[in-house]
C-alpha cells in the first residue's frame, strides 16, 4: 500500500486528514487485515498511527502523521503481558525462571515477524520511499515493530480486553497456518537451543556439551557435538555457529543427550 500512497499523496492537492484517513479506510489491504483479526477501530487515527513507519513521517513532514514508534513502545509491553498471562494459565507448574525464559522466546524479533507475515503487515505498512527503495517491508525489524504497533494501537482503542481478543485470534490463525500452537514450550528448544542442551546435560551429570570443529578443504565445517566425552551427533556445513545451533536443537528434538551413539548428517548449507 506504501506505493500507492505516496503517489496519492502526490498527486492530490487536498491531503487534508479526512481525504488520508478516507484512502486508508477504503484500502482493500486495510479491509483484509481488519477481517483477519475480526477488529474495527472506533478511533480509526490509531489504526492510522499503528502502520505509519518513521520514514513516512520524515520525509512528509507537511502530512502531520505521527509514527508508530509509541504505540510500538506501548505493544512491546501488552504482548508481554499477554504472553505472560497466557503462560501462567497454561502452565501453573513452572517457576518464575522458566516462565521467562520461555517468554522471551516467544516474544522476539523472528517470533513477532512470524505473527506479522500471518497479517500481511508487509501489504500495509506506510513507509517513505528511501525504505521502500531498500525493500523495508520484508525486513524484520520493520514487520516486528509494526506488529507491536497494531496491538498497542488496539490497546489504546479498546484496552487490554480488545487486546486480548485480537491476540487469541491470531494466535488461531498461527495454529490454522502452521498446525502447530504458538503457545508451546517447544519454544524454548528452537529459541536458544545451546543454553537448554546445556541446563539438560549438567543436570544429568553429564558436564556441558562440547563442539569440536575441523575445517574441510572444500571450506566447509565438520563439527562434532560431544556429551559426556562421546560424539552424539556430527554435522557439515559452511557456518559454525549456525551448525552448533542446529545440533543442538536436533540432539534435544531426538533426546540424543540420553544416548551415546553417534549420527552423522551431512548438510550443503545451513538452514
Known sequence: MSVEFIEFITDKKDCSREVLLDFILNHSSTKNLLQ??????????????????????????????????????????????????????????????????????????????????????????????????????????????????????????????????VFSTILNLYQEQFKADYITDDALDEFDPKSRLQELTVALGKGLPQYQNIETEDRQYKVDLMIDNKIVLTRIGPAKKQIERELAYQVLKKKLYLEGDKHVIKTSASK
Open 36 to 165: 483477519k483479526i475480526d477488529y474495527q477501530f472506533n478511533n480509526f487515527e490509531l489504526f492510522l498511527m499503528s502502520i505509519t513507519h518513521p520514514s513516512l513521517t520524515n520525509e512528509f513532514p507537511e502530512l502531520k502523521l505521527e509514527s508508530n514508534q509509541r504505540l510500538e513502545y506501548l505493544g512491546d509491553a501488552v504482548i508481554d503481558l499477554l504472553i505472560a498471562d497466557s503462560l501462567i494459565k497454561t502452565y501453573p507448574s513452572f517457576q518464575e525462571g522458566k516462565l521467562s525464559k520461555l517468554r522471551s522466546a516467544l516474544v522476539n524479533e523472528l517470533s513477532l515477524v512470524l505473527l506479522s507475515n500471518i497479517l500481511d503487515l508487509s501489504h500495509i505498512i506506510l513507509l517513505g520511499k528511501g525504505e521502500l527503495h531498500t525493500k523495508g517491508y520484508v525486513k524484520s525489524s520493520v514487520l516486528s515493530d509494526a506488529f507491536e504497533s497494531l496491538i498497542g494501537g488496539i490497546f489504546q482503542d479498546s484496552g487490554f480486553a480488545g487486546a486480548q481478543k
